[in-house]
Protein backbone atom coordinates (compact mmCIF):
# COMPACT_ATOMS: atom_id res chain seq x y z
CA UNK A 1 0.00 0.00 0.00
CA UNK A 2 1.50 3.17 -0.66
CA UNK A 3 1.48 5.98 1.77
CA UNK A 4 -1.24 8.21 1.69
CA UNK A 5 -1.63 11.56 -0.43
CA UNK A 6 -2.32 14.52 1.48
CA UNK A 7 -4.99 16.68 0.14
CA UNK A 8 -3.02 19.96 0.78
CA UNK A 9 -0.33 18.14 -1.88
CA UNK A 10 -1.92 19.18 -5.05
CA UNK A 11 -0.02 18.04 -7.73
CA UNK A 12 -0.20 14.98 -6.48
CA UNK A 13 -3.82 14.81 -6.04
CA UNK A 14 -3.68 15.60 -9.40
CA UNK A 15 -2.33 12.93 -10.66
CA UNK A 16 -4.37 10.48 -8.46
CA UNK A 17 -7.43 12.17 -10.05
CA UNK A 18 -5.67 10.94 -13.92
CA UNK A 19 -5.35 7.24 -12.44
CA UNK A 20 -8.60 6.70 -10.91
CA UNK A 21 -9.72 8.49 -14.42
CA UNK A 22 -12.86 10.89 -13.42
CA UNK A 23 -13.62 13.96 -14.71
CA UNK A 24 -11.57 17.36 -13.28
CA UNK A 25 -14.74 18.83 -12.81
CA UNK A 26 -15.31 16.28 -10.14
CA UNK A 27 -11.88 17.11 -8.24
CA UNK A 28 -13.01 20.25 -8.57
CA UNK A 29 -16.54 20.18 -6.80
CA UNK A 30 -14.45 18.65 -4.25
CA UNK A 31 -11.82 20.89 -3.22
CA UNK A 32 -15.01 23.88 -3.13
CA UNK A 33 -16.27 21.68 -0.37
CA UNK A 34 -13.41 21.15 1.59
CA UNK A 35 -11.14 24.06 1.03
CA UNK A 36 -13.87 26.91 -0.08
CA UNK A 37 -16.82 25.68 1.95
CA UNK A 38 -15.45 23.96 4.47
CA UNK A 39 -17.89 20.95 4.03
CA UNK A 40 -15.84 18.13 6.14
CA UNK A 41 -14.59 15.35 4.55
CA UNK A 42 -17.56 13.07 4.18
CA UNK A 43 -19.73 15.82 2.26
CA UNK A 44 -16.58 16.62 0.56
CA UNK A 45 -16.42 13.10 -0.87
CA UNK A 46 -19.97 13.18 -2.08
CA UNK A 47 -18.74 15.08 -4.82
CA UNK A 48 -16.96 12.11 -6.50
CA UNK A 49 -18.30 9.62 -8.62
CA UNK A 50 -19.36 6.71 -6.30
CA UNK A 51 -17.00 4.30 -7.76
CA UNK A 52 -14.01 5.89 -7.19
CA UNK A 53 -15.15 7.25 -4.33
CA UNK A 54 -13.63 4.34 -1.78
CA UNK A 55 -10.52 4.64 -3.61
CA UNK A 56 -9.97 8.09 -3.20
CA UNK A 57 -10.67 8.35 0.08
CA UNK A 58 -8.16 4.98 0.84
CA UNK A 59 -5.26 6.83 -1.10
CA UNK A 60 -6.20 10.35 0.47
CA UNK A 61 -4.86 11.81 3.74
CA UNK A 62 -7.57 14.55 4.52
CA UNK A 63 -6.83 16.31 8.02
CA UNK A 64 -3.41 15.60 9.45
CA UNK A 65 -3.79 17.39 12.66
CA UNK A 66 -5.53 15.72 15.82
CA UNK A 67 -8.26 17.75 17.80
CA UNK A 68 -7.12 17.44 21.42
CA UNK A 69 -8.75 20.44 23.22
CA UNK A 70 -10.99 22.77 22.60
CA UNK A 71 -11.58 26.06 24.91
CA UNK A 72 -14.39 28.14 24.62
CA UNK A 73 -13.89 31.65 26.62
CA UNK A 74 -16.70 32.42 28.94
CA UNK A 75 -16.18 36.37 28.30
CA UNK A 76 -15.81 37.20 24.47
CA UNK A 77 -15.94 35.34 21.55
CA UNK A 78 -12.99 33.14 21.14
CA UNK A 79 -12.36 29.87 20.99
CA UNK A 80 -8.72 28.15 21.53
CA UNK A 81 -8.19 25.19 19.72
CA UNK A 82 -5.32 22.70 20.53
CA UNK A 83 -4.08 20.77 18.10
CA UNK A 84 -1.78 17.82 17.69
CA UNK A 85 0.66 17.36 14.45
CA UNK A 86 2.01 13.90 13.74
CA UNK A 87 5.37 14.53 15.36
CA UNK A 88 3.23 14.70 18.43
CA UNK A 89 3.34 18.58 19.04
CA UNK A 90 0.59 20.58 20.66
CA UNK A 91 -0.23 23.61 18.11
CA UNK A 92 -2.80 26.51 19.11
CA UNK A 93 -4.99 28.60 16.31
CA UNK A 94 -7.33 31.01 17.95
CA UNK A 95 -10.83 31.41 16.33
CA UNK A 96 -12.14 35.39 17.30
CA UNK A 97 -15.85 35.79 16.76
CA UNK A 98 -16.23 39.69 16.97
CA UNK A 99 -19.45 41.90 17.94
CA UNK A 100 -20.24 42.56 14.44
CA UNK A 101 -20.18 38.93 13.80
CA UNK A 102 -17.10 38.54 11.78
CA UNK A 103 -14.09 35.95 12.49
CA UNK A 104 -10.74 36.38 12.20
CA UNK A 105 -8.78 32.93 12.70
CA UNK A 106 -4.91 33.35 14.36
CA UNK A 107 -2.62 30.63 12.56
CA UNK A 108 0.38 29.43 13.94
CA UNK A 109 3.72 29.43 11.76
CA UNK A 110 5.92 27.20 14.17
CA UNK A 111 5.63 25.40 17.62
CA UNK A 112 7.72 27.30 19.47
CA UNK A 113 9.77 30.34 18.79
CA UNK A 114 13.47 31.27 18.17
CA UNK A 115 12.83 34.87 18.40
CA UNK A 116 12.68 34.44 21.95
CA UNK A 117 10.94 37.90 23.29
CA UNK A 118 11.05 38.07 26.99
CA UNK A 119 6.99 39.14 26.97
CA UNK A 120 5.48 36.33 24.79
CA UNK A 121 4.68 33.22 26.30
CA UNK A 122 5.60 31.38 23.16
CA UNK A 123 8.97 32.62 23.30
CA UNK A 124 9.65 31.32 26.42
CA UNK A 125 8.99 27.65 25.17
CA UNK A 126 12.85 27.30 24.05
CA UNK A 127 11.97 25.40 20.84
CA UNK A 128 11.46 26.66 17.56
CA UNK A 129 10.49 23.76 14.95
CA UNK A 130 9.19 24.95 11.21
CA UNK A 131 5.42 23.49 10.62
CA UNK A 132 4.32 22.41 7.24
CA UNK A 133 2.23 24.43 4.82
CA UNK A 134 -0.20 21.59 5.38
CA UNK A 135 0.09 21.76 9.11
CA UNK A 136 -0.45 25.01 8.74
CA UNK A 137 -3.77 24.52 6.10
CA UNK A 138 -5.32 22.09 8.44
CA UNK A 139 -5.58 24.46 11.01
CA UNK A 140 -7.76 27.11 8.38
CA UNK A 141 -9.51 24.09 7.27
CA UNK A 142 -10.26 22.55 10.64
CA UNK A 143 -11.27 26.38 12.20
CA UNK A 144 -13.26 26.76 8.77
CA UNK A 145 -15.20 23.45 9.34
CA UNK A 146 -16.23 24.54 12.99
CA UNK A 147 -17.42 27.73 12.05
CA UNK A 148 -19.36 25.90 9.02
CA UNK A 149 -21.30 24.03 12.06
CA UNK A 150 -21.89 27.51 13.29
CA UNK A 151 -23.37 29.06 10.39
CA UNK A 152 -19.86 31.35 9.82
CA UNK A 153 -17.15 31.29 7.81
CA UNK A 154 -13.69 32.53 8.87
CA UNK A 155 -12.81 36.02 7.26
CA UNK A 156 -9.53 37.08 8.52
CA UNK A 157 -6.29 34.66 8.57
CA UNK A 158 -3.88 36.39 10.82
CA UNK A 159 -0.27 35.02 11.07
CA UNK A 160 -0.50 35.68 14.64
CA UNK A 161 -0.45 32.65 16.51
CA UNK A 162 2.66 30.74 17.32
CA UNK A 163 6.12 31.30 15.85
CA UNK A 164 7.72 33.65 13.25
CA UNK A 165 6.20 33.59 10.31
CA UNK A 166 9.07 34.39 8.12
CA UNK A 167 11.32 31.88 9.93
CA UNK A 168 9.31 29.04 8.14
CA UNK A 169 9.11 32.07 5.04
CA UNK A 170 8.85 29.24 2.31
CA UNK A 171 6.12 27.32 4.00
CA UNK A 172 4.03 30.40 4.77
CA UNK A 173 4.27 31.57 0.99
CA UNK A 174 3.13 28.07 0.48
CA UNK A 175 0.00 28.62 2.50
CA UNK A 176 -0.54 32.00 0.93
CA UNK A 177 -0.49 30.63 -2.39
CA UNK A 178 -2.83 27.86 -1.81
CA UNK A 179 -5.36 30.27 0.00
CA UNK A 180 -5.18 32.60 -2.99
CA UNK A 181 -5.33 29.60 -5.62
CA UNK A 182 -9.29 30.12 -7.15
CA UNK A 183 -9.00 26.53 -6.77
CA UNK A 184 -8.56 25.96 -3.21
CA UNK A 185 -9.46 28.36 -1.14
CA UNK A 186 -9.77 31.40 -3.05
CA UNK A 187 -9.43 33.70 -0.05
CA UNK A 188 -9.19 37.35 -0.38
CA UNK A 189 -5.52 38.88 0.08
CA UNK A 190 -6.94 41.97 1.55
CA UNK A 191 -8.35 39.59 4.52
CA UNK A 192 -4.72 37.71 4.98
CA UNK A 193 -2.10 39.96 7.33
CA UNK A 194 1.32 38.39 8.03
CA UNK A 195 2.84 39.84 11.29
CA UNK A 196 6.82 39.78 11.80
CA UNK A 197 9.23 40.81 14.55
CA UNK A 198 10.53 42.82 11.46
CA UNK A 199 13.00 40.89 8.97
CA UNK A 200 13.54 43.36 6.15
CA UNK A 201 13.93 41.18 3.52
CA UNK A 202 11.62 39.03 4.02
CA UNK A 203 9.11 41.82 4.19
CA UNK A 204 9.94 43.05 0.89
CA UNK A 205 10.29 39.72 -0.75
CA UNK A 206 6.59 38.94 0.79
CA UNK A 207 5.58 42.69 -0.95
CA UNK A 208 6.93 41.70 -4.15
CA UNK A 209 5.42 38.33 -4.46
CA UNK A 210 2.09 39.02 -2.60
CA UNK A 211 1.33 42.88 -2.90
CA UNK A 212 -1.93 42.23 -1.81
CA UNK A 213 -1.33 40.96 1.46
CA UNK A 214 -1.00 42.74 4.47
CA UNK A 215 1.99 42.93 6.72
CA UNK A 216 2.11 43.99 10.02
CA UNK A 217 5.53 44.71 11.90
CA UNK A 218 5.95 44.31 15.85
CA UNK A 219 7.60 47.64 16.36
CA UNK A 220 7.14 47.67 20.38
CA UNK A 221 10.11 50.96 20.09
CA UNK A 222 11.60 53.00 17.90
CA UNK A 223 14.92 53.87 20.75
CA UNK A 224 17.52 50.82 19.35
CA UNK A 225 18.79 49.75 23.36
CA UNK A 226 14.75 49.80 24.71
CA UNK A 227 14.09 47.26 21.05
CA UNK A 228 16.43 45.35 21.38
CA UNK A 229 15.86 44.97 25.58
CA UNK A 230 12.62 43.58 24.16
CA UNK A 231 13.21 41.85 21.25
CA UNK A 232 16.58 40.07 20.77
CA UNK A 233 16.27 40.25 16.81
CA UNK A 234 16.25 44.10 16.61
CA UNK A 235 20.38 43.73 17.67
CA UNK A 236 20.58 41.79 13.86
CA UNK A 237 17.85 44.41 11.96
CA UNK A 238 18.41 47.40 13.60
CA UNK A 239 15.62 50.17 13.19
CA UNK A 240 16.78 52.13 10.67
CA UNK A 241 16.74 48.82 8.33
CA UNK A 242 13.66 48.18 9.49
CA UNK A 243 12.14 51.73 8.23
CA UNK A 244 14.08 51.17 5.20
CA UNK A 245 11.99 47.85 4.39
CA UNK A 246 8.72 50.11 5.19
CA UNK A 247 9.78 52.69 3.10
CA UNK A 248 10.26 49.76 0.30
CA UNK A 249 7.33 47.64 0.95
CA UNK A 250 5.28 51.17 0.65
CA UNK A 251 6.52 51.56 -2.85
CA UNK A 252 5.58 48.15 -3.88
CA UNK A 253 2.43 47.76 -2.32
CA UNK A 254 -0.38 49.94 -1.90
CA UNK A 255 -1.57 48.57 1.44
CA UNK A 256 -1.31 50.72 4.35
CA UNK A 257 1.04 48.71 7.09
CA UNK A 258 0.11 47.60 10.46
CA UNK A 259 2.40 48.68 13.20
CA UNK A 260 1.90 46.71 16.16
CA UNK A 261 2.98 48.98 19.55
CA UNK A 262 2.83 46.36 22.86
CA UNK A 263 2.08 49.02 25.48
CA UNK A 264 4.44 48.40 28.63
CA UNK A 265 4.45 50.58 31.13
CA UNK A 266 7.65 52.77 32.09
CA UNK A 267 9.10 51.02 29.46
CA UNK A 268 7.47 52.17 26.21
CA UNK A 269 4.88 54.24 26.82
CA UNK A 270 5.77 58.13 27.92
CA UNK A 271 4.34 61.13 26.06
CA UNK A 272 8.54 61.20 25.08
CA UNK A 273 8.10 57.87 23.44
CA UNK A 274 4.73 58.44 21.94
CA UNK A 275 6.76 61.84 20.06
CA UNK A 276 10.03 60.14 18.73
CA UNK A 277 7.75 57.38 17.39
CA UNK A 278 5.48 59.71 15.73
CA UNK A 279 8.69 61.11 14.01
CA UNK A 280 9.98 57.82 12.83
CA UNK A 281 6.85 56.95 11.34
CA UNK A 282 6.84 60.74 9.69
CA UNK A 283 6.48 59.78 5.60
CA UNK A 284 5.39 56.15 5.76
CA UNK A 285 1.93 54.16 4.85
CA UNK A 286 1.11 52.84 8.35
CA UNK A 287 -1.31 52.64 10.98
CA UNK A 288 -0.45 51.73 14.39
CA UNK A 289 -1.92 49.38 16.82
CA UNK A 290 -1.82 49.53 19.99
CA UNK A 291 -1.02 46.49 22.26
CA UNK A 292 -2.74 46.00 25.61
CA UNK A 293 0.17 43.61 27.66
CA UNK A 294 -1.27 40.03 28.18
CA UNK A 295 0.99 39.13 31.53
CA UNK A 296 2.57 36.04 30.96
CA UNK A 297 3.94 34.30 34.08
CA UNK A 298 7.70 34.07 32.74
CA UNK A 299 7.65 38.02 32.65
CA UNK A 300 6.17 39.02 36.23
CA UNK A 301 8.19 42.48 35.86
CA UNK A 302 6.27 43.73 32.93
CA UNK A 303 3.30 45.75 33.45
CA UNK A 304 0.57 46.75 31.13
CA UNK A 305 0.24 50.60 30.15
CA UNK A 306 -2.49 52.10 32.12
CA UNK A 307 -5.62 53.17 30.37
CA UNK A 308 -5.27 57.46 30.49
CA UNK A 309 -1.51 56.64 29.78
CA UNK A 310 -2.52 54.93 26.93
CA UNK A 311 -5.20 56.93 25.73
CA UNK A 312 -2.82 60.10 25.61
CA UNK A 313 -0.03 58.20 23.95
CA UNK A 314 -2.77 57.55 20.83
CA UNK A 315 -3.72 61.01 21.10
CA UNK A 316 -0.54 62.10 19.91
CA UNK A 317 0.34 59.57 17.34
CA UNK A 318 -3.46 60.95 15.96
CA UNK A 319 -2.63 64.81 16.31
CA UNK A 320 0.33 63.69 14.01
CA UNK A 321 -2.44 62.27 11.33
CA UNK A 322 -1.69 58.43 11.96
CA UNK A 323 -4.87 56.37 12.23
CA UNK A 324 -4.29 54.37 15.51
CA UNK A 325 -6.22 51.36 17.23
CA UNK A 326 -6.10 49.80 20.28
CA UNK A 327 -6.36 46.08 20.04
CA UNK A 328 -8.89 44.22 22.63
CA UNK A 329 -7.36 40.69 22.34
CA UNK A 330 -9.89 38.07 23.05
CA UNK A 331 -9.66 35.33 24.60
CA UNK A 332 -7.55 36.06 27.78
CA UNK A 333 -9.62 33.72 30.31
CA UNK A 334 -8.80 30.74 27.95
CA UNK A 335 -5.43 31.86 28.10
CA UNK A 336 -5.43 32.80 23.94
CA UNK A 337 -4.57 36.44 24.13
CA UNK A 338 -1.95 38.16 21.99
CA UNK A 339 1.42 36.21 23.30
CA UNK A 340 -0.09 33.64 25.86
CA UNK A 341 -0.07 31.05 23.42
CA UNK A 342 2.44 28.06 25.26
CA UNK A 343 2.37 24.59 25.23
CA UNK A 344 5.27 23.65 27.90
CA UNK A 345 4.90 19.67 26.79
CA UNK A 346 6.33 20.34 23.23
CA UNK A 347 9.29 20.88 24.85
CA UNK A 348 9.60 16.85 26.47
CA UNK A 349 8.69 16.19 22.94
CA UNK A 350 11.52 18.04 20.86
CA UNK A 351 13.74 16.96 23.59
CA UNK A 352 12.84 13.03 23.18
CA UNK A 353 13.31 13.55 19.65
CA UNK A 354 16.54 15.08 20.15
CA UNK A 355 17.61 11.98 21.70
CA UNK A 356 15.77 9.86 19.13
CA UNK A 357 18.30 11.75 16.43
CA UNK A 358 21.17 10.90 18.33
CA UNK A 359 21.03 7.53 19.47
N1 LIG B 1 6.20 36.57 15.45
C1 LIG B 1 5.20 37.45 14.94
C2 LIG B 1 3.77 37.00 15.17
C3 LIG B 1 3.36 36.42 16.50
S1 LIG B 1 2.93 37.42 17.85
C4 LIG B 1 5.41 38.85 15.50
O1 LIG B 1 6.31 39.03 16.31
O2 LIG B 1 4.72 39.76 15.07
C5 LIG B 1 1.59 38.44 17.45
C6 LIG B 1 1.63 39.75 18.23
O3 LIG B 1 1.41 39.56 19.65
C7 LIG B 1 2.98 40.46 18.10
O4 LIG B 1 2.78 41.82 17.83
C8 LIG B 1 3.56 40.26 19.49
O5 LIG B 1 4.54 41.22 19.79
C9 LIG B 1 2.33 40.36 20.37
N2 LIG B 1 2.55 39.84 21.71
C10 LIG B 1 3.44 38.92 22.11
N3 LIG B 1 3.38 38.73 23.44
C11 LIG B 1 2.41 39.53 23.90
C12 LIG B 1 1.82 39.76 25.19
N4 LIG B 1 2.26 39.12 26.27
N5 LIG B 1 0.82 40.67 25.27
C13 LIG B 1 0.36 41.30 24.18
N6 LIG B 1 0.86 41.11 22.95
C14 LIG B 1 1.86 40.24 22.81
Redesign the pocket.
Known amino acids: MPPPISIYDSPAIDRLRAELKFEPRRLRALRTAYFKKCLGVDAALTELPEHVRNQFSDRVQFHLLTPAESHDSQVDGATKLVLKTPAGYAIETVIMRTGTGRVSLCVSSQVG?A?A?G???TGQMGIAKNLSAAEMLDQIVLAGERMHAEGRHVRNIV???M???FHNEAAVYDVVAALLAPTLFHHTPGRILI???GIPDAMIRCARRFPAVNL?I?L?SVRQTVRERLIPLAIKYPLDELRRAVVAVNSIQQNTLMI?Y?MLAGVNDSLADAHEFATWLQGLNVHVNL????P?ATAPELRSTERPERDAFAAVLREAGFITTIRY?LGADIAA????LVQSENREIARRQAIGATS
Not at 337 to 340: D, F
Request: proline share 7%; aromatic share 10%; glycine share 10%.
Open positions: CACFCAFMGGEPSTVASHELIPYNISACGQ
